[in-house]
């Protein structure tokens, strides 16, 4: 574990959408399931991607970019979890983790905007 909650949530985050994923049987299911990896394990991605930024605006950018995957995230697991394929006891822990991150990534977005307005003396 790094002293990252944010970089270390979206791992575990990421492992566990990995899972339910090869868990899902059903063969009609399989483009939702797909679109959910890419999505979940999107979100950590560009979470850790954005550790090796270039400067603020690519940080700020790789966030945004991980923020609007976990949005997807949550429709596709929402979707999964409405139409039955995933339940209730899988559904409802996953979506808690992905709002956990929605909003450290919110919060981190945010922050980091304003350090870079207070940078450029604005």
């Excluded at 944010?6 to 090869?22: P, T």
């Excluded at 950018?61 to 429709?75: D, G, M, Q, R, V």
């Excluded at 983790?97 to 307005?117: D, F, Q």
Aim: net charge negative.
């Amino acid at each position: 574990m790094s002293e990252n909650k944010l970089l270390d949530l979206s791992f575990e985050f990421a492992v566990a959408i990995v899972n339910l994923v090869d868990g899902v049987t059903a063969p009609k299911s399989s483009y939702m399931t797909d679109q959910l990896a890419r999505a979940g394990t999107s979100v950590g991605a560009n979470i850790h991607e954005a550790q090796y930024a270039q400067g603020t605006k690519d940080f700020i950018s790789k966030f945004e970019i991980a923020l609007k995957e976990c949005h997807e995230t949550e429709y596709w697991l929402e979707l999964l979890h409405e139409t039955g394929y995933i339940p209730d006891e899988q559904y409802k822990p996953l979506q808690n983790t992905c709002g956990s991150i929605r909003r450290m990534l919110i919060a981190s977005i945010k922050t980091a905007k304003e350090n870079n307005k207070a940078e450029r003396g604005l």
